[in-house]
C-alpha cells in the first residue's frame, strides 16, 4: 500500500531534550512537509522541501530542524529552542510544489513537560 | 500577507440537510483550492479540489469557486451525522508554494 508514515503515534519528552519525529513515504512524491497543529488552530507551516538536499523554512521554522537525505524521508527535529513543542505534527507530501494535492500521514501528536 | 479565512463555527445542522462551508481569501492570484476533512485526533484527509470558477460536483460534495469575489465554498448535501468533522480550506498563490490553510469550520450534524 502506497501511503505516508509517521513514527511515533504518541511522543513524550521532558523539557530541554531534543526529539526527532519520522515521516516515510512510498508515493514517489518530490515535495514534502511538515505541519503543526495546535487545538483549535488550523495548520501552520514548519518546513517544506521540493527535491532531496533541499528544503525551506515556513511561517514558523523557529527551533525546528529538518533534513532531505532521501526522497522518502523528511525527519523533522523539535530542539529545546522550541519554546511550546506540545502538539499534533503532521507531515505531508504532493507530487510537486505547488498546485498539487497533499496527503497527511497520521501525525505524531507530541507532549513535552 | 496570504490569508485564508473561515468561520471557526460550529455549524449544526440536521440529518439530511444541506450544509454550505465558505472560505475567503485575500489575493486575486490564487490557483488552486482544497477542501480537507479532518476528524477529532485524525490527520487530514482530501475531500475535493477545484481550479476553475463555476461549481465541481462529487457524490454528496459540491465546490464553489467564485474568484472575482475570492471565495470558495463546500455544500454537503443530505448531511449525515458521519460528516461532523472539522473541514479545512487550502489554498495554493503560485508554484512552488506551499499550500496555506484556514483554521478550520466545525460541522456538527444531528440525528
Known amino acids: 500500500d502506497g501511503g505516508i508514515t509517521q513514527s511515533p503515534k504518541y511522543l513524550f519528552r521532558k523539557e530541554g531534550q531534543n526529539v526527532t519525529l519520522s515521516c516515510e513515504q512510498n508515493?514517489?512524491?518530490?515535495?514534502m512537509y511538515w505541519y503543526r497543529q495546535d487545538p483549535g488552530q488550523g495548520l501552520r507551516l514548519i518546513y517544506y522541501?521540493?527535491?532531496?538536499?533541499?528544503?525551506q523554512k515556513g511561517d514558523i521554522a523557529e527551533g525546528y530542524s529538518v533534513s532531505r537525505e532521501k526522497k522518502e524521508s523528511f525527519p523533522l527535529t523539535v530542539t529545546s529552542a522550541q519554546k511550546n513543542p506540545t502538539a499534533f505534527y503532521l507531515c505531508?507530501?504532493?507530487?510537486?510544489?505547488?498546485?498539487?494535492?497533499?496527503?497527511f500521514g497520521p501525525g505524531t501528536r507530541l507532549t513535552v513537560t | 500577507q496570504k490569508e485564508v479565512e473561515q468561520n471557526s463555527g460550529p455549524l449544526s445542522v440536521p440529518e439530511g440537510a444541506i450544509a454550505s462551508l465558505n472560505c475567503t481569501y485575500s489575493?486575486?492570484?490564487?490557483?488552486?483550492f482544497f477542501w480537507y476533512r479532518q476528524y477529532s485526533g485524525k490527520s487530514p484527509e482530501l475531500i475535493m479540489f477545484?481550479?476553475?470558477?463555476g461549481d465541481k460536483e462529487d457524490g454528496r460534495f459540491t465546490a464553489q469557486l467564485n474568484k472575482a469575489s475570492q471565495y470558495v465554498s463546500l455544500l454537503i448535501r443530505d448531511s449525515q451525522p458521519s460528516d461532523s468533522a472539522t473541514y479545512l480550506c487550502?489554498?495554493?498563490?503560485?508554484?512552488?508554494?506551499?499550500?496555506?490553510f484556514g483554521k478550520g469550520t466545525t460541522l456538527s450534524v444531528s440525528s
Open positions: 477545484i481550479y476553475s470558477n
Open positions: 489575493d486575486r492570484g490564487s490557483q488552486s
Open positions: 508515493l514517489n512524491h518530490d515535495a
Open positions: 522541501s521540493q527535491i532531496v538536499n533541499d528544503f
Open positions: 505531508a507530501s504532493s507530487i510537486d510544489l505547488g498546485a498539487f494535492e497533499q496527503y
Open positions: 487550502a489554498v495554493t498563490w503560485e508554484a512552488g508554494t506551499a499550500l496555506i
